[in-house]
């Protein structure tokens, strides 16, 4: 897109190409943030980057070529927008609209619900249309238009591009309209952009740390460098919003180059009040303390159980706190010596592989090094038979902050054995969980690929069959079964309730090897040239 401000590993903001973008006209900033928006390929709008669903594993994976499809159509749709006469659009209307001008360009990927639900009129009732355009657009609507309702009503709107309203009537509906700011950007390069900057103090710091930042009085780069070392508040829609300095927010942006003298000059320049004196005096404080810490490495601790067993070393060290000690430095064999019955780990060797897990996640674990110990109380509960890997212990892994990756690369470094790839299946179902239907459907199956051919192209099969399995099941409507069973009679099936395992193709080239397999027994299958079976 020909501007980077974000590097991705290791994770940085890479402060003089920001400084650069924010130095632009707004109309340019947001023709960045959109091409950003286009390029990035595992974006969830509602919801932000979701690495986890890149995976073959993944049941609601997404594709990020048909993701970036879909997003070029719909940027191609607000460019027509941006040059008509268009005011507020219903959501649902500009959706199908949308859909009957590129549904034969899409390719699907998969959306799950995590982002927010539109609850569309058509999408709610998308079993009752029969098959054909009707029902393939509700189903997009439950599916991949939720997608596009996220990408306006959220991302847009956070971007500035779109206002979002609500229709008032008898029942309440989303609506957009473009904003100036929308209409220029997507209307490039027909519609001039204004370059508006405004050098207004935006900012008020209070004495108990809060900094009150006035949005319509600041350009985006004033903002981002406050941000950089005061941590936003509770987020709102309103035009003032709060913003707290703390030392947990100052030592990222001292560490990344800032001062203390360019935070307090800031302040002030940009401030509608005079600096409070605490908070400058707090300023210098922490900047000293950061100034006063000291990095070690390279080093071998001890820690004690109790705070006595520090006179009882065997070599003395310096204590840090009442539990730990810096000792003299030393190999892990040294170590293993001087200290006999202590756990000694070294943090630069390669950990050991002292786990084993079965399918069901019950996990045996010998060994006691610090790292494996602390990751198994992560993963697993303890229980009366051993350790056990459940729903339980993975959400609460998730909750904590480990992607299901970083679990599952825990259990690769730590297991003696590959892991079963069903406990891989339950985790990634546990952090997003997958579908699985396992009720009473009936299938109807036909011997004959020309027979699946004719059924599948059906005019009046269509409305009774709810799916095709390839190569020759099908599956019936569930109250259409007695109606099924008289059309095949009547077009000269022979209609049997067992059924077979093998596909027509198979059944030409081995029909004599093949078994048929029926309720009651298991005998050998005979040939039907023209038969059909219905299989509740």
């Given at each position: 897109m020909g501007f980077l401000s974000v590097a991705?590993?290791?994770?940085?903001?890479?402060?003089?190409?920001?400084?650069?973008?924010?130095?632009?006209?707004?109309?340019?900033?947001?023709?960045?943030?959109?091409?950003?928006?286009?390029?990035?390929?595992?974006?969830?709008?509602?919801?932000?980057?979701?690495?986890?669903?890149?995976?073959?594993?993944?049941?609601?994976?997404?594709?990020?070529?048909?993701?970036?499809?879909?997003?070029?159509?719909?940027?191609?749709?607000?460019?027509?927008?941006?040059?008509?006469?268009?005011?507020?659009?219903?959501?649902?209307?500009?959706?199908?609209?949308?859909?009957?001008?590129?549904?034969?360009?899409?390719?699907?990927?998969?959306?799950?619900?995590?982002?927010?639900?539109?609850?569309?009129?058509?999408?709610?009732?998308?079993?009752?249309?029969?098959?054909?355009?009707?029902?393939?657009?509700?189903?997009?609507?439950?599916g991949a238009g939720a997608w596009a309702a996220n990408a306006v009503m959220v991302t847009f709107v956070m971007l500035g591009l779109v206002q979002r309203g609500e229709w008032e009537g008898e029942q309440k509906c989303p609506c957009f309209r473009l904003t100036d700011l929308g209409r220029q950007v997507f209307g490039m390069p027909e519609t001039e952009a204004e370059d508006r900057q405004d050098a207004a103090p935006f900012l008020t710091v209070q004495p108990n740390h809060e900094v009150l930042a006035y949005m319509d009085a600041a350009d985006a780069r004033r903002i981002c460098t406050l941000a950089r070392f005061a941590r936003h508040g509770k987020a709102n829609t309103g035009p003032v919003q709060t913003f707290s300095l703390s030392r947990e927010s100052v030592y990222p942006a001292l560490e990344k180059g800032m001062t203390v003298a360019e935070i307090r000059a800031f302040l002030v320049e940009h401030g509608r009040t005079d600096l409070p004196a605490n908070v400058a005096h707090a300023l210098m404080e922490w900047s000293g303390k950061r100034e006063s810490l000291v990095l070690r490495n390279g080093v071998t601790l001890g820690l004690l159980a109790e705070a006595a067993e520090a006179a009882e070393l065997p070599t003395p060290g310096e204590l840090l706190g009442e539990h730990c000690v810096v000792m003299t430095k030393s190999s892990e064999q040294t170590a293993t010596k001087?200290?006999?019955?202590?756990?000694?780990?070294?943090?630069?060797?390669?950990?050991?592989?002292?786990?084993?897990?079965?399918?069901?996640?019950?996990?045996?674990?010998?060994?006691?090094?610090?790292?494996?110990?602390?990751?198994?109380?992560?993963?697993?509960?303890?229980?009366?038979?051993?350790?056990?890997?459940?729903?339980?212990?993975?959400?609460r892994a998730r909750q904590q902050g480990f992607t299901t990756d970083r679990m599952l690369a825990w259990l690769s470094t730590h297991l003696v054995h590959a892991t079963p790839a069903l406990l891989v299946t339950a985790i990634r179902n546990w952090t997003g969980r997958a579908s699985a239907f396992a009720g009473k459907v009936h299938l109807l199956q036909l011997t004959r690929g020309s027979d699946c051919d004719a059924i599948r192209g059906s005019d009046v099969f269509r409305p009774l069959l709810a799916g095709h399995i390839p190569p020759c099941w099908f599956i019936v409507q569930d109250d259409k079964a007695g109606e099924v069973k008289r059309l095949l009679l009547r077009l000269g099936f022979r209609i049997d309730a067992s059924f077979q395992l093998a596909s027509p193709d198979e059944g030409r080239s081995s029909r004599a090897g093949m078994e048929r397999l029926s309720k009651t027994t298991r005998r050998k299958r005979r040939s039907y040239p023209n038969d059909a079976r219905i299989q509740p």
């Open positions: 991705v590993e290791p994770r940085w903001v890479l402060s003089a190409r920001l400084e650069q973008h924010f130095a632009e006209p707004a109309v340019a900033q947001a023709w960045h943030w959109l091409r950003a928006w286009l390029d990035i390929q595992l974006w969830q709008d509602g919801i932000g980057v979701v690495p986890d669903r890149h995976n073959d594993y993944e049941p609601v994976r997404i594709e990020p070529d048909s993701l970036r499809k879909a997003k070029e159509l719909l940027i191609w749709a607000f460019g027509r927008l941006a040059h008509s006469d268009c005011d507020w659009l219903d959501l649902e209307v500009f959706l199908r609209d949308f859909w009957q001008a590129t549904h034969e360009a899409h390719t699907g990927f998969y959306w799950e619900r995590y982002t927010w639900n539109p609850d569309f009129a058509m999408a709610r009732s998308k079993r009752d249309f029969a098959a054909g355009p009707d029902r393939s657009l509700a189903f997009w609507l439950d001087d200290f006999p019955g202590w756990a000694v780990l070294d943090h630069h060797a390669e950990l050991p592989k002292t786990w084993s897990v079965d399918e069901l996640g019950r996990l045996q674990a010998s060994g006691d090094d610090a790292v494996s110990c602390m990751r198994l109380a992560y993963l697993a509960d303890q229980t009366a038979d051993g350790w056990l890997i459940s729903a339980k212990s993975i959400t």
